[in-house]
């Protein structure tokens, strides 16, 4: 992907995005892999003079997201959007064995199909769509499976639908957490990252996303 000059990068999502950032200043980018990518494209990139925005919400479920699309994000006319979303509809939904039922995966769906239609009606934004994910540590997050991987499929039928990019970061973490040790990149509950975490997120960003013979994150 290119950069134009002075694009406007937008990351939104749950608190994965949000990483502690302080919703009183709109400039302010957390501490997890936002600002990671925003260092290192700026770093590069200093005569493209990119604006970087962050407006992860920790907590949220796809529907609160949905709720607040229009003033995170359409209102804002972003040139490129991250969007990583869906963990918490999993987590809030862990009791059930079976994962979603019908009922909630259509409506999962047609949500997540709210957002990247509009975005394709309202903004000329290439959509960046990175995977939920869960790691196994503590071991009964293998349950969440049931749940999780129906709403990681639907993720990635609408980067098809909408030809949107795809970062598969369910596989690409949980490979790494099977060499380095799951708890090294999402701590003691498999879904908040680590710093090494979201270091591992911003590189696979840079390198999923960039022209690889411009960005290097070490």
Same mark, same amino acid.
């Given at each position: 992907?290119?950069?134009? @000059?002075? &694009? ?8 994965? @995005? &949000?990483?502690?950032?302080d ?38 479920? #796809?529907?609160?997201?949905?709720? %607040? ?6 209102? /804002? ?20 064995? &079976? ?6 995966? &259509? ?5 997540? %199909?709210? !957002?990247?239609?509009? !975005? ?14 869960? #790691?196994? *540590? ?20 609408? =980067?098809?639908?909408?030809q ?10 949980? =490979?790494a957490? /099977? ?12 879904v ?7 270091? *591992?997120?911003a ?16």
């Amino acid at each position: 992907m290119k950069f134009n @000059t002075h &694009d406007t990068l937008l990351f939104i999502g749950d608190s994965t @995005t &949000d990483a502690g950032r302080d919703r009183m200043n709109p400039e302010s980018m957390g501490q997890g892999f936002p600002l990671l990518i925003s260092a290192a494209l700026q770093n590069v990139f200093p005569e493209k003079r990119l604006t970087f925005i962050n407006r992860g919400i920790g907590g949220d479920k #796809l529907v609160d997201l949905k709720n %607040r699309w229009e003033e995170d994000c359409l209102n /804002l006319n972003p040139d490129i959007v991250t969007v990583m979303i869906g963990i918490n509809d999993t987590w809030s939904n862990e009791s059930k064995a &079976d994962g979603p039922s019908e009922e909630e995966l &259509d409506e999962f769906e047609s949500n997540y %199909r709210f !957002l990247l239609k509009s !975005l394709h009606q309202r903004t000329d934004a290439k959509v960046i769509l990175m995977e939920p994910f869960v #790691l196994p *540590f503590p071991k009964d997050r293998v349950y969440w499976r049931a749940d999780l991987d129906k709403r990681i499929h639907v993720v990635r039928k609408m =980067a098809g639908e909408y030809q949107t990019e795809l970062i598969p970061l369910d596989g690409l973490l949980n =490979a790494a957490g /099977l060499k380095n040790g799951f708890s090294y990149y999402t701590g003691d509950d498999g879904v908040h990252p680590t710093v090494a975490g979201h270091g *591992f997120i911003a590189k696979t960003w840079i390198d999923s996303i960039v022209d690889k013979k411009e960005v290097v994150l070490h």
